[in-house]
């Protein structure tokens, strides 16, 4: 998946373009494109740490950014 389809992918989200089935199947689709955990574009849509709304394009770098960690 590109950047720019990801990016596309998060704004409709954000947009409520989906119905609830759908929404859900394109968070998941995000999380397993961009090598996330499930949930995890979720939690940044929707529950951002700083609390202000991030744009598409920083949600997208934000997951490409995700790192695991080793316990």
Do not use: S
Request: net charge negative.
């Amino acid at each position: 998946m590109t950047h720019e389809a990801a990016v596309t992918l998060v704004q409709n989200v954000m947009d409520v373009e989906y119905d609830e089935d759908e929404m859900q199947r394109v968070l998941d689709e995000l999380d397993r494109e961009l090598g996330c955990p499930t949930g995890y574009v979720a939690g940044l849509i929707f529950w951002p740490k700083d609390g202000q709304e991030p744009t598409a394009a920083e949600i997208v770098d934000q997951a490409l950014a995700y790192q695991p960690f080793v316990l």
